[in-house]
Structures are given as structure tokens and as C-alpha cells.
């Protein structure tokens, strides 16, 4: 009797589980799928894009500029993110760029945690890691949507100083986050 109830148990699970997951590679996707897809394809453009990755790297230091060179003067990461002891992201970082240009600012500058690390990750796994509370902060997909289109730090990317803005307009940026959460967030497989 109890293996029967596990097994319906792992039945409903894995009915549930079919449910919600994104169609198998080479399965036909209705329309509103092919929606959110396109513009997840917006948003990777952002996300992949110097003014994001250089926050969101996968070591323990900061990259820059439009090369993505490691942070001059050795920054390291720092065991809350926002650089070492001596040397914390707000020594140089303010709430505004600098005056000349050449050192970016917004409020509240650090790192992204390693957690939210993008470095070497495909089109599908950085969409599952955006979605994934435990890798983005513990947002809900309604909070990430605030983080992508509210947060300073993100909308600094399109007031970057000195540096290249994304490839994406913020405007459009901004309708792709809004349009791939509304239809569903399918991520690529």
C-alpha cells in the first residue's frame, strides 16, 4: 500500500513538474511562448553586456571598462560583496558618476553576489538563475521586474559616463522584462 502512494505521489509530481516546465528542445511552443522567448533574447543582450557583467562576474574581483579588464588597483570582492576592508566600492564609488566621467556611480554600489553570477552561463541557464530565488537575490519574479527596471545600479548601464550603453535602448529594455514576465518567463533550453 505505501509503495502505491508513493508512486502516485511521484505521478502528480511529475505531472506538475511537465506542467510548468518550458516544452522540450524541438517541441512546438504556442505563441504566447515565442513571445516571452523573443524577449528574453532582449534581455540576454543587456545582461551579457559590459555595463552588467562587469558586476556580475563569477570571481572574486570586479572587471571594467569595455574590454572587461580586472578592476585596477586589484579590487577584490570582499566578504560582503562591496570590496575588502580597506578598500570598500564606496571609497570610489559615489551615488553619481564622477564628475569627469570616468568613475561610474549609483546608490548602493557592490558586486553582485556569486550567486548571481552570469561569467560562462547560456542563454537558458541565466534565464533559470534569473528566475531562481536562491540565485537572484530571493526576488519573486514581480520584484525582479522592479530590479531590472527601478533598481539605480541596473538603469546606471544607460548613463554609463564615458563607457558604451547597452545594445538594447533602456526604454525597450525595460518592455522586454515587463512583456518576457507577463508571458510566462520561458527560458531557451
Known amino acids: 500500500m505505501f509503495a502505491i502512494r508513493v508512486s502516485a505521489a511521484a505521478i502528480a509530481v511529475s505531472i506538475a513538474v511537465m506542467l510548468c516546465a518550458d516544452p522540450a528542445p524541438g517541441q512546438p511552443r504556442d505563441s504566447k511562448s515565442e513571445e516571452s522567448l ?96 536562491r540565485r537572484n537575490g530571493g526576488r519573486t519574479m514581480s520584484a525582479l521586474v522592479r530590479h531590472m527596471t527601478e533598481d539605480q545600479r541596473v538603469q546606471w548601464a544607460w548613463n554609463p559616463g564615458e563607457r558604451l550603453a547597452p545594445p538594447v535602448p533602456q526604454f525597450d529594455f525595460h518592455e522586454a522584462v515587463r512583456q518576457w514576465a507577463r508571458t510566462g518567463a520561458v527560458c531557451p533550453p
Do not use: Y
Open 38 to 133: 523573443q524577449a528574453f533574447v532582449r534581455i540576454a543582450e543587456v545582461l551579457r553586456h559590459p555595463r552588467c557583467m562587469n558586476c556580475h562576474p563569477s570571481g572574486d574581483f570586479p572587471r571594467q571598462g569595455d574590454d572587461r579588464h580586472r578592476h585596477q588597483m586589484l579590487v577584490q570582492r570582499g566578504p560582503a560583496d562591496r570590496g575588502g576592508p580597506a578598500m570598500e566600492c564606496s571609497t570610489c564609488h559615489q551615488t553619481v558618476n564622477a564628475a569627469e566621467g570616468r568613475v561610474p556611480g549609483a546608490p548602493n554600489w557592490h558586486l553582485a553576489p556569486l550567486t548571481m553570477a552570469w561569467e560562462g552561463l547560456g542563454d537558458g541557464e541565466l534565464c533559470r538563475a534569473l528566475k531562481e530565488p
